[in-house]
Nanobody, 112 residues
């Protein structure tokens, strides 16, 4: 299985961005998935997670601003980022929980 994230870039504070992650493999429907981020000099942290059944969980710092979703037919994972802040600047990674698999990351930079 490979995870390929895309959609990062430079965005102004208050703006929006949508990250996408395409997941190879025939059983995407069964995977619990997540988005993580790692800012420069900091540890990687959970941003949002979505179960195979569609249940979601968010870091407190992004609740009400970010939305995680999935399209099982397209084998895609998404992260809609609204009202972004400078502190959202990081490399964002998509992640499959079992077995643990990471994508290559996509850079998000928020200018203030």
């Amino acid at each position: 299985v490979q995870l390929q994230a895309s959609g990062g870039g430079l965005v102004q504070a208050g703006g929006s961005l949508r990250l996408s992650c395409i997941v190879s493999g025939s059983t995407f429907t069964n995977y619990d998935m997540g988005w993580y981020r790692q800012a420069s000099g900091k540890q990687r942290e959970l941003v949002a997670a979505i179960s195979s059944g569609g249940s979601t969980d968010y870091a407190d710092s992004v609740k009400g601003r970010f939305t995680i979703s999935r399209d099982n037919a397209k084998k895609m994972l998404y992260l809609q980022m609204n009202s972004v802040k400078a502190e959202d600047t990081a490399v964002y990674y998509c992640h499959r929980y079992v077995p643990p698999t990471w994508g290559q990351g996509t850079q998000v930079t928020v200018s203030s």
